[in-house]
C-alpha cells in the first residue's frame, strides 16, 4: 500500500512563502504521476498541481495557482515539493500530495497551511 507523508505547512503572512515537502513509501514512485491537493474549509478537495512520472518534464496547474507555485521531485528520494510564494489568504486549506490521478492511493494527513496576517 503506497502511502504519502506530507510536512511543511503552517501559518504565514499574506505574500509569504512556504514550501512544502511529500514523502512516498513506495519503490515504484519513479513511474508515478504526482499532484499536490488542497482542501480549504467547507470546500472540496482541489487539485492544485500535477507532475509527471521519471523526469517530471511535465507540469500543469491550477489557475489559481499558477506562476506562484512550483511542483518538483526527486526520485532517488522519493519526495515531491510544493514551493508557494505569494501567498493569499484564499490559499488557506489543508495541502495533501497523491497520485495524479489519485485513483486508489489512500490520502495521508496531510499539512495545514494557513494565510493570515
Known amino acids: 500500500q503506497v502511502q504519502f507523508v506530507e510536512s511543511g505547512g503552517g501559518l504565514v503572512q499574506p505574500g509569504g512563502s512556504l514550501r512544502l515537502s511529500c514523502a512516498a513509501s513506495t519503490s515504484i514512485f519513479s513511474r508515478l504521476h504526482m499532484g499536490w491537493y488542497r482542501q480549504a474549509p467547507a470546500k472540496q478537495r482541489e487539485v492544485v498541481a500535477t507532475?509527471?512520472?521519471?523526469?517530471?518534464?511535465?507540469?500543469n496547474y491550477a489557475a489559481s495557482v499558477k506562476g506562484r507555485f512550483t511542483i518538483s521531485r526527486d526520485n532517488a528520494k522519493k519526495m515531491v515539493y510544493l514551493q508557494m510564494n505569494s501567498l493569499n489568504p484564499e490559499d488557506t486549506a489543508v495541502y495533501y500530495c497523491?497520485?495524479?490521478?489519485?485513483?486508489?492511493?489512500?490520502w495521508g494527513q496531510g499539512t495545514r497551511v494557513t494565510v493570515s496576517s
Open positions: 497523491n497520485t495524479a490521478p489519485p485513483g486508489g492511493t489512500s
Open positions: 507532475i509527471t512520472s521519471l523526469s517530471g518534464s511535465t507540469t
